[in-house]
Protein backbone atom coordinates (compact mmCIF):
# COMPACT_ATOMS: atom_id res chain seq x y z
CA UNK A 1 0.00 0.00 0.00
CA UNK A 2 1.60 3.36 -0.83
CA UNK A 3 0.79 4.95 2.69
CA UNK A 4 1.94 2.20 4.38
CA UNK A 5 5.01 2.86 2.53
CA UNK A 6 5.38 6.21 2.50
CA UNK A 7 4.58 6.29 6.25
CA UNK A 8 8.01 4.17 6.64
CA UNK A 9 10.18 7.05 4.68
CA UNK A 10 8.41 9.83 7.02
CA UNK A 11 9.92 8.28 9.83
CA UNK A 12 12.34 11.25 11.51
CA UNK A 13 11.00 13.20 8.29
CA UNK A 14 7.69 15.78 8.18
CA UNK A 15 6.10 15.42 4.69
CA UNK A 16 5.28 18.46 2.39
CA UNK A 17 2.18 17.40 0.16
CA UNK A 18 1.41 19.08 -2.87
CA UNK A 19 -1.41 17.72 -5.17
CA UNK A 20 -2.70 18.14 -8.90
CA UNK A 21 -6.49 19.52 -8.72
CA UNK A 22 -8.20 17.84 -11.68
CA UNK A 23 -8.13 14.30 -11.87
CA UNK A 24 -6.64 13.65 -8.94
CA UNK A 25 -8.99 15.34 -5.80
CA UNK A 26 -11.84 15.24 -8.18
CA UNK A 27 -12.78 12.90 -11.24
CA UNK A 28 -13.40 14.26 -14.38
CA UNK A 29 -17.00 16.15 -15.03
CA UNK A 30 -17.78 14.44 -11.22
CA UNK A 31 -19.11 17.53 -10.05
CA UNK A 32 -20.30 20.67 -11.54
CA UNK A 33 -17.60 23.37 -11.73
CA UNK A 34 -14.74 21.07 -10.68
CA UNK A 35 -16.20 21.26 -7.22
CA UNK A 36 -14.03 18.65 -4.65
CA UNK A 37 -16.32 16.36 -2.21
CA UNK A 38 -16.66 17.36 1.71
CA UNK A 39 -14.47 14.83 2.43
CA UNK A 40 -11.47 15.97 0.37
CA UNK A 41 -12.04 19.51 1.60
CA UNK A 42 -12.12 17.79 5.24
CA UNK A 43 -8.38 16.19 4.87
CA UNK A 44 -7.01 18.63 3.22
CA UNK A 45 -7.74 21.33 5.77
CA UNK A 46 -6.70 19.00 8.68
CA UNK A 47 -3.34 17.72 7.16
CA UNK A 48 -3.11 21.65 5.98
CA UNK A 49 -3.39 22.32 10.18
CA UNK A 50 -0.18 19.99 10.84
CA UNK A 51 2.36 20.23 7.62
CA UNK A 52 2.48 22.44 4.40
CA UNK A 53 -0.31 21.57 1.80
CA UNK A 54 -0.33 22.96 -1.72
CA UNK A 55 -2.30 22.38 -4.81
CA UNK A 56 -0.36 22.92 -8.16
CA UNK A 57 -2.67 23.25 -10.89
CA UNK A 58 -3.23 24.60 -14.63
CA UNK A 59 -6.51 26.61 -13.24
CA UNK A 60 -6.79 30.17 -12.80
CA UNK A 61 -5.86 31.45 -9.33
CA UNK A 62 -9.42 32.67 -9.01
CA UNK A 63 -10.88 29.29 -10.05
CA UNK A 64 -9.04 27.27 -7.47
CA UNK A 65 -10.08 29.88 -4.90
CA UNK A 66 -13.85 29.64 -5.64
CA UNK A 67 -14.07 25.88 -6.22
CA UNK A 68 -11.58 24.77 -3.47
CA UNK A 69 -10.80 27.59 -0.85
CA UNK A 70 -8.99 25.81 2.16
CA UNK A 71 -7.31 27.60 4.58
CA UNK A 72 -3.85 27.30 5.03
CA UNK A 73 -3.72 25.41 1.48
CA UNK A 74 -1.21 27.28 -1.12
CA UNK A 75 -2.40 27.59 -4.62
CA UNK A 76 -0.06 27.41 -7.69
CA UNK A 77 -1.96 28.16 -10.22
CA UNK A 78 -1.60 28.39 -13.89
CA UNK A 79 0.92 25.48 -14.03
CA UNK A 80 2.63 27.37 -11.04
CA UNK A 81 2.80 30.71 -12.55
CA UNK A 82 0.22 32.51 -10.78
CA UNK A 83 1.23 31.29 -7.05
CA UNK A 84 -0.26 32.39 -3.62
CA UNK A 85 -0.90 31.23 -0.15
CA UNK A 86 0.02 32.54 3.51
CA UNK A 87 3.16 34.94 3.23
CA UNK A 88 3.74 33.81 -0.66
CA UNK A 89 3.11 35.63 -3.76
CA UNK A 90 4.37 34.85 -7.15
CA UNK A 91 3.82 36.36 -10.74
CA UNK A 92 6.09 34.92 -12.72
CA UNK A 93 7.44 38.19 -15.07
CA UNK A 94 8.07 36.78 -18.48
CA UNK A 95 4.30 35.30 -17.85
CA UNK A 96 3.03 39.01 -17.77
CA UNK A 97 4.46 39.79 -20.42
CA UNK A 98 2.34 37.42 -22.92
CA UNK A 99 -1.00 38.47 -21.63
CA UNK A 100 -1.59 40.10 -25.10
CA UNK A 101 -0.94 37.03 -26.78
CA UNK A 102 -3.37 35.65 -24.86
CA UNK A 103 -5.94 37.60 -25.60
CA UNK A 104 -5.45 37.45 -28.90
CA UNK A 105 -5.44 33.58 -29.07
CA UNK A 106 -8.49 33.51 -27.03
CA UNK A 107 -10.61 35.48 -29.28
CA UNK A 108 -9.36 33.60 -32.63
CA UNK A 109 -9.97 30.56 -31.19
CA UNK A 110 -13.27 30.81 -28.81
CA UNK A 111 -16.14 30.82 -32.00
CA UNK A 112 -14.43 27.76 -33.94
CA UNK A 113 -13.96 26.15 -30.76
CA UNK A 114 -17.73 26.51 -30.28
CA UNK A 115 -18.83 25.16 -33.07
CA UNK A 116 -17.34 21.82 -31.88
CA UNK A 117 -19.71 19.95 -29.93
CA UNK A 118 -18.47 18.49 -27.17
CA UNK A 119 -15.41 20.60 -26.59
CA UNK A 120 -15.10 23.81 -24.59
CA UNK A 121 -12.47 26.92 -24.53
CA UNK A 122 -11.90 28.43 -20.97
CA UNK A 123 -9.40 31.49 -19.88
CA UNK A 124 -7.02 31.57 -16.99
CA UNK A 125 -4.22 33.82 -15.94
CA UNK A 126 -1.80 32.36 -18.38
CA UNK A 127 -3.58 30.11 -20.40
CA UNK A 128 -5.51 29.63 -23.08
CA UNK A 129 -7.40 25.87 -22.51
CA UNK A 130 -9.55 23.46 -25.04
CA UNK A 131 -11.04 20.88 -23.21
CA UNK A 132 -12.59 18.31 -25.08
CA UNK A 133 -13.68 15.39 -22.58
CA UNK A 134 -16.99 14.63 -24.06
CA UNK A 135 -16.01 15.51 -27.60
CA UNK A 136 -15.69 12.52 -30.48
CA UNK A 137 -12.24 11.23 -31.33
CA UNK A 138 -12.83 12.20 -34.87
CA UNK A 139 -13.05 16.10 -33.39
CA UNK A 140 -9.61 15.82 -32.16
CA UNK A 141 -7.47 16.00 -35.00
CA UNK A 142 -9.46 19.73 -35.92
CA UNK A 143 -9.46 21.43 -32.57
CA UNK A 144 -5.37 19.97 -32.46
CA UNK A 145 -5.01 21.50 -35.95
CA UNK A 146 -6.86 24.63 -34.72
CA UNK A 147 -4.79 25.19 -31.93
CA UNK A 148 -1.48 24.75 -34.19
CA UNK A 149 -2.57 27.32 -36.62
CA UNK A 150 -3.04 29.97 -34.30
CA UNK A 151 0.44 28.85 -32.11
CA UNK A 152 2.28 29.36 -35.38
CA UNK A 153 1.25 33.00 -35.35
CA UNK A 154 1.64 33.66 -31.89
CA UNK A 155 5.40 32.47 -31.25
CA UNK A 156 5.16 33.89 -27.49
CA UNK A 157 3.09 30.71 -26.85
CA UNK A 158 3.38 27.16 -27.01
CA UNK A 159 1.14 24.57 -27.32
CA UNK A 160 0.83 21.88 -24.00
CA UNK A 161 -0.99 18.33 -23.75
CA UNK A 162 -2.90 17.13 -20.85
CA UNK A 163 -5.55 14.45 -20.55
CA UNK A 164 -7.95 15.54 -22.80
CA UNK A 165 -6.69 19.23 -22.92
CA UNK A 166 -4.86 21.25 -25.53
CA UNK A 167 -3.76 24.95 -24.20
CA UNK A 168 -1.89 27.80 -25.17
CA UNK A 169 0.77 28.82 -22.83
CA UNK A 170 4.18 31.34 -22.68
CA UNK A 171 6.93 29.58 -24.26
CA UNK A 172 9.36 29.78 -21.72
CA UNK A 173 11.18 27.40 -20.04
CA UNK A 174 8.87 26.28 -16.81
CA UNK A 175 6.47 23.15 -16.11
CA UNK A 176 5.32 21.55 -13.13
CA UNK A 177 8.64 20.54 -11.91
CA UNK A 178 10.44 24.22 -12.29
CA UNK A 179 7.08 25.03 -10.68
CA UNK A 180 7.36 22.28 -7.56
CA UNK A 181 11.09 23.39 -7.24
CA UNK A 182 10.59 27.05 -6.59
CA UNK A 183 7.34 26.18 -3.95
CA UNK A 184 9.61 23.71 -2.31
CA UNK A 185 12.40 26.37 -2.06
CA UNK A 186 10.05 29.56 -1.27
CA UNK A 187 8.51 27.60 1.31
CA UNK A 188 11.82 26.41 3.41
CA UNK A 189 10.72 22.25 2.52
CA UNK A 190 14.27 21.05 0.73
CA UNK A 191 15.61 20.09 4.32
CA UNK A 192 16.84 16.35 5.16
CA UNK A 193 13.94 16.59 7.56
CA UNK A 194 11.38 16.99 5.05
CA UNK A 195 9.78 14.51 2.87
CA UNK A 196 8.19 16.40 -0.52
CA UNK A 197 5.20 14.36 -1.64
CA UNK A 198 3.98 15.01 -5.16
CA UNK A 199 0.45 13.65 -6.09
CA UNK A 200 -1.00 13.93 -10.06
CA UNK A 201 -2.94 11.98 -12.46
CA UNK A 202 -1.53 14.24 -15.82
CA UNK A 203 1.16 14.11 -18.25
CA UNK A 204 2.36 17.40 -17.07
CA UNK A 205 3.15 15.79 -13.87
CA UNK A 206 5.54 13.61 -14.85
CA UNK A 207 7.52 17.04 -14.86
CA UNK A 208 7.03 16.87 -11.21
CA UNK A 209 7.70 13.27 -10.14
CA UNK A 210 10.90 13.81 -12.02
CA UNK A 211 11.59 16.78 -9.66
CA UNK A 212 11.18 14.77 -6.63
CA UNK A 213 13.21 11.43 -8.15
CA UNK A 214 16.19 12.13 -5.44
CA UNK A 215 14.54 13.78 -3.04
CA UNK A 216 10.92 12.72 -2.41
CA UNK A 217 8.18 10.65 -3.67
CA UNK A 218 5.72 10.43 -6.46
CA UNK A 219 2.00 9.37 -6.57
CA UNK A 220 0.64 8.88 -9.68
CA UNK A 221 -3.34 8.74 -9.69
CA UNK A 222 -4.31 6.09 -12.14
CA UNK A 223 -6.72 3.24 -12.56
CA UNK A 224 -4.68 0.99 -14.89
CA UNK A 225 -0.78 0.81 -14.34
CA UNK A 226 1.68 2.73 -17.05
CA UNK A 227 5.23 4.23 -17.56
CA UNK A 228 5.81 6.77 -14.65
CA UNK A 229 8.44 8.22 -12.60
CA UNK A 230 5.81 8.25 -9.61
CA UNK A 231 7.00 5.72 -7.19
CA UNK A 232 3.98 4.76 -6.05
CA UNK A 233 0.04 4.35 -8.17
CA UNK A 234 -3.71 5.07 -6.51
CA UNK A 235 -6.80 3.89 -8.23
CA UNK A 236 -8.62 7.34 -7.98
CA UNK A 237 -9.87 10.66 -5.90
CA UNK A 238 -11.40 8.50 -3.14
CA UNK A 239 -7.78 7.01 -2.18
CA UNK A 240 -6.12 9.86 -2.59
CA UNK A 241 -8.04 11.15 0.19
CA UNK A 242 -7.39 8.31 1.90
CA UNK A 243 -3.64 9.12 1.39
CA UNK A 244 -4.03 12.22 2.74
CA UNK A 245 -5.59 10.78 5.86
CA UNK A 246 -2.83 8.39 6.30
CA UNK A 247 -0.75 10.83 5.90
CA UNK A 248 -1.96 12.91 8.39
CA UNK A 249 -2.21 9.83 11.22
CA UNK A 250 1.76 9.44 9.99
CA UNK A 251 2.60 12.93 10.92
CA UNK A 252 0.56 12.92 14.50
CA UNK A 253 3.20 9.66 15.15
CA UNK A 254 6.13 12.18 14.49
CA UNK A 255 8.59 13.35 17.73
CA UNK A 256 7.44 17.58 18.25
CA UNK A 257 10.82 18.02 16.99
CA UNK A 258 10.21 16.41 14.00
CA UNK A 259 7.03 18.32 12.48
CA UNK A 260 7.06 21.36 10.30
CA UNK A 261 5.77 24.06 11.12
CA UNK A 262 2.39 25.12 9.67
Not at 82 to 101: S, V, Y
Not at 135 to 142: E, L, Q, T, Y
Not at 147 to 173: C, F, H, Y
Request: hydrophobic share 45%; aromatic share 6%.
Amino acid sequence: EPAEAIAVLLKGRSPALVLDYDGTLTAENERPGGMISGAAKRALFDAAERFPVAILSGRSLDELHAIADIPRVFYAASYGLDIAGPGLRLQHPFATETLPALDAAGKRLQTQIEKIQGARIERERFGIVVRYELASDNDVPRIEALIDEVNRSLPQLRKTVGSRTLALRPDMDWDKGHALRWLLLALDLEGAGVLPIYVGDDPADEDAFQALRTTGVGVLVSQRAHPSMAEFRVEGPQQVVDLIRALTRAHETLAPGERMPT
